[in-house]
């Protein structure tokens, strides 16, 4: 292979994967403008990003494969999503103009960025010689020495300022994330966890709360127990005792209001009633 | 030289046609019978809603962890190719790591002073 050709020769499964994952990449950009919901348009968006992934691994890049991974599908793509969580999932766009002509001026500097940035592209690589990835990647380690010993050449000599001006702007990323959220609080106002539990001794409840939906209703032996279907535990009833109807809590949220699954399945027991040991019938035997 | 990923395709590949023979097999060999304790909450759970009361936002604080982890995730990944060409760089390479170290350092030791990391 002459280096002349080297880089132009595009092998089968590389051109049968681009024609592939391009449409695949086009679709995700095009889905995650054009959807309506902010997490679809997240989700779209991480299709993109993996497609370039592969893209990027398909060229011989492993490296910058894996990272476009790492950081855009897996770093990025979560600060995107906490950002829609912290702002509500359910907040949709306005679709009100608050500038006049918004939207054609966006349109026409969107178009002029494109444009400035293909003329820029096309005029930088326009009779540049193409090496091949062997000849470009000798930089450190002698010739071809591999794609990561490749990028670490570059990367910590030539663009030393880019890199060292990245880490300036992590420090303004987690400096300003920082001063936005976090509250301050006087020293010694905040309670540790040795008072909160020595405060806690000394009620005359020292136990621990109980958990979500166990609060008992009777402390009585005869209160018999319940099994999930709302009738009574025939073990659970008290020798020589008859068991005592405990009056339950309402649940919190019925089942009428969540539509009624038990009429869609139509094989449900209608007798049973909404409030778990209320069975009206009585027919425990 | 993609001939190294044709096992990664492989993989995908059958674990996208397990994923697919399953949910498209399962409704007819699988036995169904519901009945309302099988809809319940399991034993002493809360009946789930679909709405927090929250209107589904997260707490703010969670912003935080998150700029955090893409900061200690960038540094990685800068850290990692310095790493495999170390001996090539030198000193002048190492250097230039505890630069960037040092900066990204200085924003975590501020907000582990300012007291961004306790949660409450």
């Given at each position: 292979m002459t280096p002349e050709t080297a880089g132009v020769v595009i092998g089968t499964g590389e051109a049968v994967i681009f024609w592939i994952l391009g449409p695949v990449a086009l679709a995700g950009a095009l889905g995650m403008v054009l959807?309506?919901?902010?997490?679809?348009?997240?989700l779209w968006l991480v299709l993109t990003m993996l497609s370039l992934g592969v893209f990027y691994v398909v060229q011989e890049a492993p490296f910058l494969g894996a990272v476009q991974v790492i950081v855009y599908t897996g770093?990025i793509m979560?600060?995107?999503?906490?950002?829609?969580?912290?702002?509500?999932?359910?907040?949709?766009?306005?679709?009100?103009?608050?500038?006049?002509?918004?939207?054609?001026?966006?349109?026409?500097?969107?178009?002029?960025?494109a444009?400035?940035v293909g003329a820029g592209i096309a005029?930088a690589t326009q009779?540049l010689p193409v090496l091949g990835l062997e000849q470009v990647q000798?930089?450190?380690?002698?010739?071809s020495?591999g794609n990561v010993?490749a990028v670490?050449?570059?990367?910590?000599?030539?663009?030393?300022?880019?890199?060292?001006?990245?880490?300036?702007?992590?420090?303004?990323?987690?400096?300003?994330?920082?001063?936005?959220?976090?509250?301050?609080?006087?020293?010694?106002?905040?309670?540790?966890?040795?008072?909160?539990?020595?405060?806690?001794?000394?009620?005359?409840?020292?136990?621990?709360?109980?958990?979500?939906?166990?609060?008992?209703?009777?402390?009585?032996?005869?209160?018999?127990?319940?099994?999930?279907?709302?009738?009574?535990?025939?073990?659970?009833?008290?020798?020589?005792?008859?068991?005592?109807?405990?009056?339950?809590?309402?649940?919190?949220?019925?089942?009428?209001?969540?539509?009624?699954?038990?009429?869609?399945?139509?094989?449900?027991?209608?007798?049973?009633?909404?409030?778990?040991?209320?069975?009206?019938?009585?027919?425990?035997? | 030289m993609l001939s190294t990923y044709v096992p990664i395709v492989g993989l995908f590949a059958l674990a996208a046609a397990?994923?697919?023979?399953?949910?498209?097999?399962?409704?007819?060999?699988?036995?169904?019978?519901?009945?309302?304790?099988?809809?319940?909450?399991?034993?002493?759970?809360?009946?789930?809603?679909?709405?927090?009361?929250?209107?589904?936002?997260?707490?703010?604080?969670?912003?935080?962890?998150?700029?955090?982890?893409?900061?200690?995730?960038?540094?990685?990944?800068?850290?990692?190719?310095?790493?495999?060409?170390?001996?090539?760089?030198?000193?002048?390479?190492?250097?230039?790591?505890?630069?960037?170290?040092?900066?990204?350092?200085?924003?975590?030791?501020?907000?582990?002073?300012?007291?961004?990391?306790?949660?409450?």
């Amino acid at each position: 292979m002459t280096p002349e050709t080297a880089g132009v020769v595009i092998g089968t499964g590389e051109a049968v994967i681009f024609w592939i994952l391009g449409p695949v990449a086009l679709a995700g950009a095009l889905g995650m403008v054009l959807s309506r919901n902010a997490v679809h348009s997240a989700l779209w968006l991480v299709l993109t990003m993996l497609s370039l992934g592969v893209f990027y691994v398909v060229q011989e890049a492993p490296f910058l494969g894996a990272v476009q991974v790492i950081v855009y599908t897996g770093a990025i793509m979560i600060l995107f999503l906490f950002v829609l969580m912290l702002v509500g999932r359910d907040s949709s766009d306005s679709v009100v103009e608050t500038l006049r002509g918004q939207r054609v001026a966006a349109l026409a500097l969107g178009a002029g960025f494109a444009a400035l940035v293909g003329a820029g592209i096309a005029r930088a690589t326009q009779d540049l010689p193409v090496l091949g990835l062997e000849q470009v990647q000798g930089g450190v380690g002698g010739p071809s020495s591999g794609n990561v010993e490749a990028v670490a050449g570059l990367l910590y000599t030539r663009y030393l300022l880019a890199f060292e001006v990245t880490g300036a702007l992590l420090i303004v990323a987690a400096v300003g994330a920082l001063l936005l959220t976090h509250v301050e609080r006087e020293p010694g106002s905040r309670q540790t966890q040795k008072e909160l539990s020595r405060a806690r001794f000394l009620t005359d409840r020292p136990q621990t709360l109980p958990g979500p939906g166990v609060h008992a209703r009777a402390t009585s032996v005869a209160a018999p127990a319940l099994l999930p279907d709302g009738r009574l535990a025939e073990d659970s009833f008290a020798t020589g005792i008859e068991p005592e109807q405990v009056e339950q809590m309402p649940r919190p949220t019925g089942r009428e209001q969540l539509g009624s699954p038990d009429a869609a399945l139509g094989s449900l027991d209608p007798t049973l009633s909404d409030t778990p040991g209320g069975r009206t019938g009585g027919e425990h035997r | 030289m993609l001939s190294t990923y044709v096992p990664i395709v492989g993989l995908f590949a059958l674990a996208a046609a397990f994923a697919l023979f399953s949910v498209a097999v399962a409704p007819f060999v699988g036995p169904r019978r519901y009945n309302r304790a099988k809809l319940d909450a399991y034993e002493c759970g809360i009946e789930p809603v679909d709405q927090p009361l929250t209107g589904g936002r997260f707490p703010v604080k969670y912003y935080l962890t998150a700029m955090l982890f893409i900061v200690f995730d960038i540094e990685i990944v800068f850290l990692y190719p310095w790493a495999v060409a170390n001996d090539a760089l030198g000193v002048w390479g190492l250097v230039a790591m505890v630069v960037f170290i040092g900066t990204v350092f200085l924003a975590f030791a501020y907000e582990w002073r300012r007291g961004g990391l306790e949660w409450d």
